[in-house]
């Protein structure tokens, strides 16, 4: 397979490792993205776990609260000046409210809904598409419910380019639920505890960390306990429940909130743009094609 300057970019984005290192690991792996970023961290070349997918598209998130429900959703935006437009703002605030109050399952339900205006959600938005002249869309939203002993945490960082929402159970106090929001906004952890990562991907990690390890030169009889034990520890940074809280480093995420007598029960964060990509014009290479296609 030819290995292309996009699928070398893409994987030093990923890793972060060399630009030959990453060509090196496309011609190993033929091509496949994942094995070569598997490839550079068996070789050290790479960060463990590090997934630094291109954040492209503009837009925000917010959150809205009516009583014992919750929304947290994103809407995008072609450029940022759009996003701080202020017709945009108001879209997202009626589709925020709209949604707490018909709660529909998914993006093509909530499209499909009728508004309390009488128009349907999709024709609204193509409405303020109209008028603000940009692409917008409504590409995800959670919806979280509780009791009166629970407690909702919002936290919207940089005006909405990061939304966090957690609900915290057997404790009503919403500063508690609010830390722990900032806390995953910050270091974004990928599970609550332990218990919610699959089998297959401690065993993938356990065959990364050896290759690893017999590609640092250890000694074979000492690689599986030297692995369990780098395992426990990627698995400690990953799960909140387990982090130094950022508040107070000498306690962990875990301990606080059970000092509050609370548990975490749920956490969401959506960060504008994750996974989607922008196209990226290079004006000086476009100008250098058309002087030399004169």
Excluded: W
């Amino acid at each position: 397979m030819a290995i292309t300057a996009k699928m070398v970019k893409e994987l030093r984005e990923k890793t972060g490792a060399g630009m030959m290192d990453c060509k090196k690991a496309l011609v190993q792996t033929d091509g496949d993205i994942e094995a070569a970023v598997d490839f550079l961290r068996e070789k050290g070349l790479a960060a463990a776990g590090k997934k630094a997918d291109r954040v492209a598209a503009e837009g925000t998130t917010f959150i809205a609260e009516k009583g014992n429900t919750a929304v947290l959703l994103e809407v995008n935006a072609e450029t940022d000046f759009v996003a701080k437009n202020e017709g945009f703002q108001t879209l997202v605030k009626e589709l925020a409210d709209h949604l707490l109050e018909v709660q529909p399952a998914n993006v093509e339900e909530a499209l499909e809904s009728t508004m309390s205006n009488g128009a349907v959600v999709s024709a609204h938005i193509s409405s303020a598409i109209a008028t603000i002249g940009e692409k917008l869309s409504l590409r995800r939203f959670v919806i979280q419910t509780k009791t009166d002993a629970d407690a909702f945490g919002s936290y919207l960082h940089m005006g909405g380019r990061i939304g966090v929402l957690t609900l915290v159970e057997g404790s009503a106090d919403a500063t508690v639920a609010k830390d722990v929001a900032m806390h995953i906004a910050a270091l974004n952890p990928k599970y609550i505890s332990h218990d919610q990562i699959s089998a297959d991907e401690i065993e993938h990690e356990r065959k990364v960390l050896t290759e690893q390890a017999l590609n640092e030169g250890k000694p074979e009889n000492i690689v599986a306990k030297m692995v369990e034990g780098r395992l426990n520890k990627y698995f400690k940074e990953i799960c909140v429940l387990d982090q130094p809280f950022v508040k107070n480093p000498d306690q962990t995420v875990g301990a606080f909130i059970t000092a509050a007598g609370g548990t975490l029960a749920s956490m969401v964060r959506f960060e504008v743009g994750e996974g989607i990509e922008k196209r990226e014009d290079n004006f000086a290479e476009e100008v250098m094609n058309q002087v030399k296609g004169n």
